[in-house]
């Protein structure tokens, strides 16, 4: 869509909401923000920066909601759901909407991957980033991690790589994406206090290879519940991993060693030993990083070099510090049941009693799969958030009574410390969001490592 001297409303002023304003501003576009916040509430850094976006042309709405109606364009931050009253007024109006990471892939030129998935999109974006920089330095890490897609997509060159994580949350208006290779990793319950039911869910993530053609890549997860639904919608290339299969064209693991035999034949990349990432859902990240690099051209011996010298990512069962012979790590990032669970199956094996701060924003889904594991592996669990007291009750519809409810992050931290004994170790995995008590879950992560280093010892 040509957007010079249209007039375009863009709702959200956060950081994609921010993007989007300038990108439509340099395209010629009269650009105005929307959010529901009124200027004195915000801090002043972020006054400062709207001062800014006001000299440079970007008219703003505040507290007020302007007349939908009379723009071209309505761009959405992700954290906006289309279904809000205003935008379903835009809609009967005949404005067209669209999301900030849509918009702007309408501007970029270079080839596009793209990763999406309930759990480990994270992890193997950063994988697969650190993959292309070592391939082509000009390599951008943007969308749901990084930089906003909007703010970066004006310097990508034509000759550039796009890393993109998408959310559900950006795939929802992406009706002409379209990557070179998408990733699909896994579908498990999740914002469904968004989507409503998992198949709208479902249809977001699928989004991710809509409009993909014979020449593009799609790569799929064959241990997934939702594998064999999500191949009906693929219309690139098929290339699956899995950890207990081999595929006809996949990467796999096999005797602790991972493969690719995306073209015919296998060769092997290297063994679980040599990676440093550990836990199964890590060697699924590995094997998806590995499949997204052979489908773009990316050489084996690049793969290798990267996979075995990543460390991971900052909130993923990071490890902070040890305190008199107890343990911290940091899983800030775990903000639905499956990535708990996975990084409490992944920590039990160090063979050492936790003590499990949990919880936070509601978005109505069930814990007792979670709470089944505490069993024999969960010394405490210390409760904070909204949802503090829905874990309460599961644990004891489970029969697990080793539980207390704290009102902040930093009361449940001094207990479980006051509490923890040498050898024992104190995770935060919360299996919810943090916008109950947090701006994200990364100010969450890093609070808990703030705190944490402030403990005597």
């Known amino acids: 869509m040509e957007v010079k001297d249209k007039k375009i409303l863009v709702v959200g002023n956060a950081r994609s909401g921010m993007g989007a304003a300038k ?39 505040l507290g007020n909601s302007p007349d939908v109606t009379a723009f071209d364009l309505i761009v959405l931050s992700p954290g906006v759901s289309p279904e809000i009253e205003l935008i379903q007024k835009a809609k009967a109006a005949g404005v067209i909407i669209t999301g900030e990471f849509e918009f702007a892939s309408w501007y970029c030129k270079a080839p596009i991957v793209a990763i999406t998935g ?67 990793l896994n579908i498990t319950p999740d914002h469904l206090n968004r989507h409503g039911t998992m198949e709208n869910y479902c249809k977001a993530k699928y989004q991710i290879f809509a409009n993909q053609s014979k020449t593009d890549f799609t790569i799929l997860n064959t241990k997934d519940a939702y594998y064999k639904e999500a191949c009906t919608y693929v219309r690139g290339q098929l290339i699956e991993f899995s950890i207990d299969y081999i595929p006809a064209k996949g990467v796999y693991l096999e005797q602790n060693t991972l493969y690719e035999n995306i073209s015919g034949k296998a060769y092997p990349i290297c063994s ?3 990676l440093k990432i550990k836990g199964t859902h890590n060697v699924e990240n590995a094997l998806a990083a590995i499949a997204i690099g052979i489908a773009f051209g990316v050489p084996r011996s690049v793969i290798r070099e990267v996979l075995v010298n990543f460390k991971g990512v900052e909130h993923r069962t990071e490890y902070v510090t040890t305190k008199k012979g107890v343990d911290f790590f940091n899983d800030s990032k775990a903000t639905n049941t499956d990535a708990a669970i996975a990084g409490l199956v992944g920590l039990s094996s160090l063979n050492k009693p936790i003590r499990l701060i949990a919880g936070g924003m509601d978005k109505k889904i069930s814990f007792k799969e979670w709470v089944e594991l505490f069993e024999g592996r969960v010394a405490k669990v210390y409760l904070i958030g909204e949802t503090k007291q829905q874990i309460a009750n599961d ?4 029969g697990y009574k080793d539980f207390e409810t704290f009102n902040t992050l930093e009361e449940s931290i001094a207990a479980a410390y006051k509490e923890s004994q040498q050898g024992e170790c104190i995770l935060l995995s919360p299996a919810c969001a943090s916008w109950d008590m947090f701006e994200s879950y990364e100010v969450r992560g890093r609070l808990f490592k703030e705190f944490v280093n402030q403990l005597e010892g």
């Open 23 to 61: 990108l439509g501003n340099a395209q010629g576009a009269k650009v105005c923000i929307y959010d529901g916040k009124p200027y004195e509430q915000w801090n002043e850094t972020m006054q400062q920066k709207i001062d800014a976006m006001k000299e440079q042309g970007i008219e703003y709405a």
């Open 118 to 184: 309930t759990n480990g999109k994270t992890t193997t974006t950063t994988l697969v980033g650190e993959m292309m920089k070592a391939f082509n330095p000009k390599t951008y890490v943007v969308g749901n991690i990084g930089n906003a897609f909007s703010e970066a997509v004006s310097e990508i060159p034509e000759d550039g790589i796009v890393v993109a994580e998408v959310s559900s949350f950006q795939l929802e208006t992406a009706a002409t994406f379209h990557p070179k290779v998408s990733a699909l």
């Open 272 to 274: 679980t030993d040599e």
């Open 395 to 398: 644990c004891l519809e489970v």
